[in-house]
């Protein structure tokens, strides 16, 4: 019988054209997984990877991700969210690059994506099965603190699922996954710094309501810190084959350079190509 093998996506922005260059060579040499498990701009990502739309992500990086209505402090002031996702979900996705929502569905690939729960400060999974038109499990695992508003899914609160849990590899393992391929969107340097990405005294105040909420916030570093540790240990044992970008990529939160997003998507492609002998083994081992 063979080893189950998940695919786990990291989040990360606009970092995120690094796992859509990832996945199109996946889809270029039919590389396919029985689950994924990604949370934020992973899991926007993996939409078109179930989808089976070849370079759909990279279309949407370097045409739109420019355009104010996709990412903007623009829509910040006037919407609370950085991101559009009524331009993305709406528009975009059904008319200007229309989604196949119809090969998605009919998918047999178990997609979980990733949210952090405001009451329990826990990480909660959406499956494929679970999502309409709107997508918003993916809306909300998108969601990031103080750049985008609370999204609630069935009256329950819900943001970013990079929060609770940076790279969701343990809810793979969870359900039984033996081995896994993890794809990075930081290069085997980074580290954060201990503690939260924001100050105290912000998050405090601005999530009040909240107090699990705020100590995931609060610990967010040493999560991180801690999987990136897990997740090396479990590459040299050859219980996951990672693909992390082999030089830093340095793009701004709205970036706007589609040359500069392009160059990240064909690296991407390349550190992909250069990990599939070892991902295809990976998938073959009984």
Request: charged share 25%; glycine share 8%.
């Amino acid at each position: 019988m063979a080893v189950s093998t998940g695919l786990v996506l990291e989040g990360g922005g606009l970092r995120g054209v690094y796992t859509a260059g990832v996945l199109d060579e996946f889809i270029k040499n039919k590389i396919q997984f029985p689950s994924v498990y990604a949370v934020s701009a992973g899991a926007c990502c993996s939409l078109s990877y179930l989808a089976g739309q070849y370079e759909r992500n990279k279309n949407i990086f370097y045409r739109y991700v420019p355009d104010d209505r996709y990412v903007s402090f623009k829509n910040l002031r006037t919407t609370g969210s950085l991101f559009g996702f009524d331009f993305i979900f709406g528009e975009l996705f059904h008319t200007l690059d229309p989604f196949d929502y119809d090969v998605f569905r009919k998918s047999k690939v178990n997609l979980m994506v990733g949210t952090t729960d405001l009451i329990t400060g826990t990480e909660s999974y959406f499956s494929n099965k679970d999502m309409d038109d709107r997508f918003l499990p993916v809306q909300a695992s998108s969601s990031l603190p103080f750049w985008s508003p609370i999204v609630w899914i069935n009256n329950h609160p819900y943001m970013d699922g990079g929060l609770a849990s940076p790279v969701p590899y343990e809810r793979s393992m969870q359900d039984g996954n033996e081995k896994n391929v993890v794809v990075l969107t930081r290069d085997l340097s980074y580290r954060k710094r201990f503690g939260p990405d924001y100050p105290r005294g912000l998050i405090h105040v601005h999530y009040r309501g909240y107090p699990n909420f705020v100590r995931t916030l609060e610990r967010r570093g040493d999560v991180y810190n801690r999987q990136m540790a897990v997740i090396r240990q479990q590459e040299r044992a050859g219980r996951m084959v990672v693909i992390r970008p082999t030089s830093p990529i340095n793009l701004g939160r709205c970036e706007k350079d589609a040359e500069k997003l392009l160059k990240v998507y064909h690296l991407g492609r390349r550190d992909a190509a250069a990990k599939l002998p070892a991902v295809k083994k990976l998938l073959m081992e009984k």
